[in-house]
């Protein structure tokens, strides 16, 4: 399985950004889509997540109206677009591909098998 997630940048507080998270190796609309992120020095956390069944979708409490998490099935591709950042959104964002429920990806009770490398997301004026 290859994860490649681009799209990452800086930009200023309020901005937005479209993240791309490119897949292969896997039948890709068989699994969830989820964005991660890890701040310098704190954990990795979930931020949202795209099921493959009906595109329903999960998202961390702090972004919960500022991003939208989506998929193209017939690009093998997730996006997330974040809107409003914010100084606390910078981090490097990762994705990841598993079959898994959502609620239990974005928590990590379930830890993907595999990460991409990243792309960083700086928000700073």
């Known amino acids: 399985v290859q994860l490649q997630a681009s799209g990452g940048g800086l930009v200023q507080p309020g901005g937005s950004l479209r993240l791309s998270c490119e897949v292969s190796g896997l039948s890709f609309h068989y699994y969830a889509i989820t964005w991660f992120r890890q701040a310098p020095g704190k954990e990795r956390e979930g931020v949202a997540c795209v099921s493959p069944s009906n595109g329903g979708t999960a998202y961390a409490d702090s972004v919960k109206g500022r991003f939208t998490v989506s998929r193209d099935n017939a690009k093998n591709t997730g996006y997330l677009q974040m809107n409003s950042l914010q100084p606390e959104d910078t981090a490097v964002y990762y994705c990841?591909?598993?079959?898994?429920?959502?609620?239990?990806?974005?928590?990590?009770?379930?830890?993907?098998?595999?990460w991409g490398q990243g792309t960083l997301v700086t928000v700073s004026s």
């Open positions: 990841a591909a598993e079959s898994a429920p959502c609620d239990q990806l974005l928590s990590l009770w379930v830890r993907p098998s595999s």
